[in-house]
């Protein structure tokens, strides 16, 4: 059984998710790949309807990334409002979308433990 509080994007509608939900919706994701931070994730592109779509009750204050700003080593926050309609509002998923950063442009090497 899946228990959802909404906010979930789903390419296909197999998971029976519920009303409220994206289904048999495209996410307009880059490939998984280092965008900052300690791991992987998969940018949104423009127009993703990813952005600015989640409900801002539910979203923590940073991204996956954490300390790892895709541009600078500050912190990448979900403070952005992703689609420049006046609504500061947090993205699905694990990448808050920038934009401002043209991210097919930038290349990232992945963070090491030491």
């Known amino acids: 059984t899946i228990t ?3 906010n979930n994007l789903e390419s296909s509608n197999q998971c ?7 289904v048999n919706t495209n996410p307009r994701l880059m490939a998984l790949t280092w965008n900052g931070g ?3 994730t998969m940018a949104l592109l423009p127009g993703s309807p990813a ?19 895709p541009l600078t080593s500050e912190i990448v926050s979900r403070n ?21 950063i ?3 442009a930038l290349v990232f ?5 030491r």
């Open 16 to 22: 029976n998710l519920g009303a409220g939900e994206k």
């Open 80 to 100: 952005v409002d992703g689609d420049a309609n006046g609504s500061i509002i947090c993205d699905m998923g694990a990448f808050e979308y920038h934009p401002e």
């Open 38 to 40: 300690f791991s992987r």
């Open 109 to 113: 090497l992945p963070l090491i433990k």
């Open 4 to 6: 959802s509080n909404g």
């Open 102 to 104: 043209d991210y097919k």
């Open 51 to 69: 952005i600015d779509a989640a409900d801002n009750v539910y979203c923590g204050y940073y991204d996956q990334r954490g300390f790892s700003g």
